[in-house]
């Protein structure tokens, strides 16, 4: 890489076993210090509900307002339901990180799973050949520059 990170011994340590493992990050990795998510009971009737409606059907609409943990509620879908290609398309290109964090909290210490975007986390490329499953994140924005659609 043509970066360099000021980090600490025990980063260092994860990170070179991470690459001995062929994993692309260590983001699952375990953490004494995470607390588990507990989810609220108006999110585990959505996340249910959406649970119950993919069996059948393939749309979903959420009416949750702000500070509802749709972020957190999705993804914990995806982990039920075992997706294995996942892309959650925005118009908020900045929403990328907290998807990104919110992704280690749900998948943390699950090594099935990969997330990437543009600009976090593991490229498209990666993904697709590496075989395991993974979340994808990308905005309007990206998906109109993008050859494969005729962007630029």
Request: no cysteine.
């Amino acid at each position: 890489g043509k970066e360099w990170f000021d980090v600490d011994l025990d980063t260092v340590k994860k990170a070179i076993e991470a690459v001995k493992k062929g994993q692309h990050n260590f983001i699952n990795a375990t953490d004494e210090r995470f607390v588990p998510i507990v989810f609220r009971p108006e999110q585990e009737d959505a996340i249910a509900k959406t649970l119950k409606q993919f069996k059948t059907g393939d749309r979903m609409l959420w009416n949750a307002k702000m500070r509802f943990g749709k972020t957190l509620s999705a993804l914990q879908v995806v982990k039920e339901a075992g997706y294995s290609k996942t892309v959650i398309i925005t118009h908020r290109p900045v929403v990328d990180k907290g998807w990104y964090e919110d992704f280690g909290k749900i998948f943390r210490g699950d090594n099935e799973y990969i997330y990437g975007s543009k600009s976090t986390g593991a490229d498209i490329d990666y993904l697709i050949s590496s075989g395991k499953k993974f979340v994808y994140f990308a905005s309007i924005q990206d998906l109109r520059g993008s050859a494969t659609i005729g962007g630029k």
